[in-house]
């Protein structure tokens, strides 16, 4: 395995999209378009311009759309590999654990499919982890989080504390830091809590545009933020 460069990155792309029915009972939701484009293809360009060659993606609802829509990522300038799951089995953790034999790199990028971000994401592959370890990506909270996720205190993350942040579905992560990990669904909340408590998780704070991409009343704000900024 190689250490670096950190070449790999996971979208996680197999959730139902429930809250944003009825637009995802026939497409899933990485697929639906936001300006023009497929919300997936925003990750994927800026990934690919961070320097990331390899992009593995889970998929479960309506998953077999994913790669007969994105290819094997030749027109992207990277190689897209899937982790096919049964919808709802192992939720975003297992799906993780799921795909790790499909990364060959100790530190990998992840991110959620539905968010929009302007991140760098050069920003977190300048550094590899230690073995065990996660850095996450921490955001100002949205209408719909107002009590946020983690506290952060000298560039760790915290579970208990004033100020809370959102965790805004982007990290750097090494792949002993899902180890031990069985059953499930398991959830990347539930990994990152137990970690947290061991002082193994990193943070940062963004303070640039983000979106939860989580009902059609946000996907529709997104389209008009995106097309007002193309302007």
């Known amino acids: 395995m190689q250490n670096n460069?950190?070449?790999?990155?996971?979208?996680?792309?197999?959730?139902?999209?429930?809250?944003?029915?009825?637009?995802t009972d026939k497409i899933p939701k990485p697929l639906l378009k936001v300006a023009g484009k497929h919300l997936?293809?925003?990750?994927?360009?800026?990934?690919?311009a961070a320097g990331i060659e390899n992009i593995v993606i889970n998929t479960a609802w309506l998953g077999e759309q994913i790669p007969q829509t994105l290819g094997d990522g030749e027109k992207y300038g990277c190689r897209l590999l899937y982790s096919p799951e049964p919808v709802g089995a192992y939720e975003t953790a297992g799906g993780i654990i799921n795909a790790l034999p499909l990364i060959d790199t100790q530190n990998?990028?992840?991110?959620?499919?539905?968010?929009?971000?302007d991140y760098c994401f050069e920003n977190l592959l300048a550094k590899p982890l230690p073995g065990g370890t996660a850095k996450i990506v921490l955001v100002n909270n949205p209408e719909h989080n107002l009590n946020g996720d983690f506290a952060l205190t000298d560039g760790?993350?915290?579970?208990?504390?004033?100020?809370?942040?959102?965790?805004?579905?982007?990290?750097?992560?090494?792949?002993?830091?899902?180890?031990?990990?069985?059953?499930?669904?398991?959830?990347?909340?539930?990994?990152?809590?137990?970690?947290?408590?061991?002082?193994?998780?990193?943070?940062e704070f963004f303070k640039g545009t983000w979106f939860d991409i989580g009902t059609p009343d946000r996907l529709k704000y997104l389209d008009n933020y995106l097309k007002s900024n193309q302007q």
């Open 108 to 117: 990998f990028l992840l991110v959620n499919g539905d968010v929009w971000c």
């Open 156 to 203: 760790i993350a915290q579970v208990n504390g004033t100020d809370k942040l959102t965790y805004s579905g982007i990290g750097l992560f090494e792949r002993e830091f899902f180890t031990g990990y069985a059953d499930f669904p398991l959830s990347l909340g539930k990994v990152l809590r137990d970690k947290i408590a061991k002082r193994q998780v990193f943070a």
């Open 5 to 23: 460069p950190i070449n790999t990155a996971m979208i996680l792309a197999a959730g139902r999209g429930m809250r944003m029915r009825p637009l």
């Open 40 to 48: 997936i293809e925003y990750h994927i360009n800026a990934l690919v």
